[in-house]
């Protein structure tokens, strides 16, 4: 019996760090989809700042703004250049926040 619990155990435990890892693809992959990369790259300003500048930029307690900026576009942020809306769902553009805040952390660990 000790040894069923800690087979189940290690599986909860693994399919918790495959899901974590699915979530980092996808989103990755939702942003290639959207067409993020043709104004954003990860470390070089291209029509918009790369990511890693938005990550720098704002902290957590701005996600709000990160989210409404992905949905409603914004102006005179970082430039001349206006970003338009995108035809992202809330949770999309949610999901894409989170992602960058994660490249924030991953900025102040080191790893790139």
């Known amino acids: 019996m000790p040894l069923l619990l800690i087979l189940v155990v ?3 435990l693994s399919c918790e760090e495959r899901e974590k890892v699915k979530v980092k693809v996808d989103v990755k992959e939702l942003v290639g989809r959207r067409g993020c990369p043709f104004c954003h790259d990860m470390k070089r300003k291209l029509l918009g700042p790369s990511f890693y500048e938005i ?3 704002y902290s957590e307690k701005d996600r709000d703004k990160i989210v409404e900026s992905i949905l409603k576009g914004s102006k005179n942020k970082w ?3 206006p970003m338009p809306p995108q035809k992202v769902s809330k949770e999309e553009a949610e999901l894409i926040a989170e992602w ?3 490249l924030k952390r991953e900025l102040s660990e080191g790893k790139k």
């Open 55 to 57: 990550s720098k930029r």
């Open 79 to 81: 430039g001349d250049v």
């Open 10 to 12: 290690i599986f909860t």
């Open 100 to 102: 960058i805040f994660n």
